[in-house]
Each structure stands twice: as C-alpha cells, then as structure tokens.
C-alpha cells in the first residue's frame, strides 16, 4: 500500500513545486533561504509530509529485512525501537497530509470533469 500512496504524493508535490516555479527561482536566485522562507505554506507542508512518509516507509522495509530472519519473525529489540520512533513521526505525518487535503485543497478535485468546475470558479 505504501509504494503507490509515494508515487502519487510524489507527483503532487512535483505539481505544487512546478505551479510556484520553485527549482527555477532557487537556480537563478543569490539567496536561497529567501527563495525557501517564500514557498507557499503547502509545500513545505508537502515536504514535510513526504520526508516523515518516507521515513516510515524505509523504517517499515528496515524491520521487514531483519525479521524475515528471525524465528515467527519475532521483533528484535531494535525493531521495537525503530517503530517506537516511526510510530509518532507518522502520526504526525497524517496529521500534515490531512492539512493538505483539508486545509489546502491538495490533491482534491484534480482531474476528470470535476476539474472543469475548479477551474471556472463554480466548485460546489
């Protein structure tokens, strides 16, 4: 489940990065924290959201690698650490990817017919 969900968060950001023209403005700009402390709150949300995702996803491929070994696949106590760790980063992860959705509009309503009404100003 996880693979797809970063592939299409990951072509998310890449429309926000491309609708703001960030990589463009970081090539030509002189200060690159100014052109950073510009970016539209979503983004950074969305990087934010993508960094803590894939966080838990290679911590998730961690714990798999290490278990398959084991008898019963029993949890070592590094397993037990790492989704100790993983467990409040994605918690707050859902809580950013729900900002995004709910706050910001990301991802809703982007393509097919309901894009039409978006686009003209008439969303329900």
Same mark, same amino acid.
């Given at each position: ?48 959201? #993508?960094? !803590? ?12 690698? *290490? +278990? %398959?070994?084991?008898? &019963? ?24 990817? #729900?900002? !995004? ?12 017919? *309901? +894009? %039409?009404?978006?686009? &003209?100003?008439?969303?329900?």
């Amino acid at each position: 489940m996880a693979i797809p969900a970063v592939f299409t968060g990951a072509g998310e950001l890449i429309a926000l990065i491309k609708r703001q023209d960030i990589l463009n403005k970081l090539q030509k700009s002189e200060d690159k924290a100014d052109v950073a402390k510009r970016m539209h709150r979503k983004v950074k949300i969305g990087l934010a959201h #993508g960094v !803590l995702n894939d966080v838990g996803v290679f911590a998730a491929g961690f714990n798999w690698w *290490t +278990r %398959r070994s084991t008898a &019963e696949n029993i949890p070592t106590d590094v397993n037990i650490i790492v989704s100790s760790i993983c467990l409040p980063l994605l918690m707050l992860s859902a809580s950013l990817g #729900g900002m !995004l959705v709910y706050d910001h509009g990301v991802g809703v309503r982007r393509q097919g017919t *309901t +894009r %039409r009404p978006k686009e &003209e100003g008439k969303a329900e």
